[in-house]
């Protein structure tokens, strides 16, 4: 096989997973994980049984893909609206943001995934990995903004850790039970806890 070959090969290889991965994001957020199948998925792809088992081998493996994805794309549009803040120390916008991408769509995955990890073992082992490379992504970008001046980075992941955890829950309930007329007193409570936290983390 020549050169070219194997690269047109691995191009459309790559366009497959790539086809596959969308289609499971998209079926979790729009029928839910437990709903999903691989007809489902494939049909939604346009490919074939074999063609998802010639490039997973298992359907918890395409999961996994499909919630690591979920993650990067979480974790870059987080990073890109930081970035266009006008100022890196607000902690009440960089919150704000952070809420903000807990309600997209595509955080349902990971909703979804953590959600029925509780009562499915092989599930959960399948996404340890990627759950906490997720979380170390959003904490460790966090840990350079202006905004983490001072504070251990131990501390920070310990409050970052907190934050998504409390933006994720607020989402699921929202999801069912939209509140937005407390929305912001909800989130000036949330942002005068982690500014004392961050205060006192500065000053011990």
Known sequence: MTAQA????AERRAGTEAKLIDATIQ?????GY????????????????????GRFDTLFDLIVAAAVEAGRRLTAGFIAAVAELPDG?????ILELLRDSARVPTNAVWIELNVAARTDPALAAHMAVARAEYRAAIVEHAVTLPVAAGVAPEALRTVGSIALQYFDASAVTDAAFPTPEQDSAQLAAFTTMVRAYLDSVRSG
């Open 6 to 9: 194997r690269r047109q090969q």
């Open 27 to 31: 079926c979790i957020v729009e029928i």
């Open 34 to 53: 437990h709903r999903m199948s691989v007809r489902e998925i494939c049909q939604r792809a346009g490919v074939s049984h074999g063609g998802l088992f």
């Open 89 to 93: 120390a607000d902690l009440a916008a």
